[in-house]
């Protein structure tokens, strides 16, 4: 890396291959699948995206000249959850970016801390951030995602299926949105099917497609959702507040469990 940076690029995007999360097994050996160093002019940003963008999405790859960086515009994408997305693609970048095809990272994959808002992050931010760059066509854009991925059932399906898709994400995020009321309904059913059923539903489906570099990350999403059909049902349990921490007149309240939606 310190060696790309003397070649002076605006952009370095370093390739990573993807490990469980003890880093004992290899899930996929290169997650931009590129299979040489490629050079992308500054008018080239909508071959950049198509070919890499996707694996954009991880900022840890993503290695930006700081003075490129201070002169972009940042703030209208505060809380997109993808800002450096938003500095790369707002226009062209003012030299070459260079794609690193061989991995220098391993990513640790299956530990994320933020299941809750997986559903949010991909259908909402994430399309509305990619649909939102004006001088990139929507042929490109198409290639990284929907500009409304909500609206297709079976991504409901595969996304309550990880345990992403529960009634309050149906509640807060798709209710307002529908406008159909075949939508609210069929979305609605979707949000309330088991998700054990549909986890089951869904390991079958993927597990008797052919095998794309994506399988084993889909089936190990699958594997750690709480809705996992071979796993004993999730209980998430309400701890006992200490009794120094609570306020004057305030009770104890009792241990409570429950299951997951």
């Known amino acids: ?13 370093a390739n990573s291959e993807i490990r469980n999360a003890d880093l004992s097994k290899l899930l996929q050996t290169k997650r931009a699948p590129l299979k040489t160093n490629t050079v992308y002019k500054p008018s080239e940003n909508h071959r950049l995206l198509a070919d890499a963008g996707d694996y954009m999405s991880f900022i840890g790859g ?14 209208s994408y505060f809380g997109s959850c ?5 500095v790369i693609f707002q226009q062209p970048l003012p030299a070459d970016t260079l794609v690193i095809s061989e991995p220098l990272i391993s990513i640790r994959y299956g530990n ?18 990619i649909w939102s760059f004006a001088d990139l066509t ?22 309550r299926a990880k345990g992403a898709f529960t009634k309050r994400e149906y509640t807060e995020l798709l209710e307002p949105r529908l406008q159909s009321r075949w939508a609210r309904f069929a979305s609605k059913v979707i949000a309330h099917f088991p998700g054990r059923a549909a ?9 008797a ?20 059909f071979w796993k004993r049902p999730v209980r998430r349990r309400v701890p ?4 120094a921490a609570l306020s004057a007149g305030s009770r104890i309240p009792s241990r409570v469990s429950h299951r997951s939606d």
């Open 1 to 13: 890396m310190l060696e790309a940076i003397k070649s002076d690029y605006s952009l370095i995007v």
């Open 62 to 75: 993503v290695i930006i000249k700081r003075q490129v960086w201070m002169t972009r515009e940042k703030e």
């Open 112 to 129: 994320a801390s933020w299941l809750g808002k997986y559903f949010e992050i991909w259908m909402f931010k994430w399309p509305n951030l």
């Open 209 to 228: 497609l052919r095998r794309p570099s994506s399988l084993q990350l889909i089936l190990l999403d699958l594997a750690n959702s709480p809705f996992c």
């Open 82 to 86: 993808f800002i450096h997305m938003g």
């Open 138 to 159: 929507d042929a490109v854009k198409r290639q990284l995602c929907a500009q409304e991925p909500w609206r297709n059932f079976k991504i409901l399906l595969h996304y």
């Open 240 to 243: 006992i507040q200490e009794p």
């Open 199 to 207: 986890n089951l539903l869904a390991f079958v489906y993927y597990s």
